[in-house]
């Protein structure tokens, strides 16, 4: 069976999409809040999740991740990447306790991804 045209089922094929539409900031956890990488810093409440990915390992669904399309009360869409299993990285940073704090406004893909 098919999928459909505008349907992402790899993590790969998110990050391209959101490359290609330069919504490729990745939103890292530092002490000082959510960053981009270019010295600005957001809380949670600068912040908006608007598309929520999950994927599940193919053979060990502990290899699990999530990828969050984050957009910025500035206007900066990016994303951030939240991999748990043997695959996470995020230890005690505080990041399941800020993302939670985020609001969710979920939106369709084509809003996102719109030409």
Do not use: C, W
């Amino acid at each position: 069976m098919a999928t459909p045209k505008n349907e992402m089922t790899t993590v790969t094929s998110v990050l391209e999409k959101l490359r290609i539409k330069k919504h490729d900031q990745e939103f890292r956890m530092t002490p000082e809040g959510f960053t981009p990488g270019n010295n600005k810093y957001y809380q949670p409440e600068d912040l908006k999740i608007i598309r929520t990915y999950r994927f599940e390992g193919e053979s060990d669904p502990s290899d699990s991740s999530v990828i969050y399309v984050i957009e910025a009360n500035d206007g900066l869409i990016g994303y951030s990447i939240d991999a748990y299993g043997v695959y996470s990285d995020h230890g005690d940073d505080g990041y399941d306790d800020f993302i939670r704090k985020v609001p969710v406004e979920e939106r369709e893909e084509q809003q996102i991804f719109q030409d």
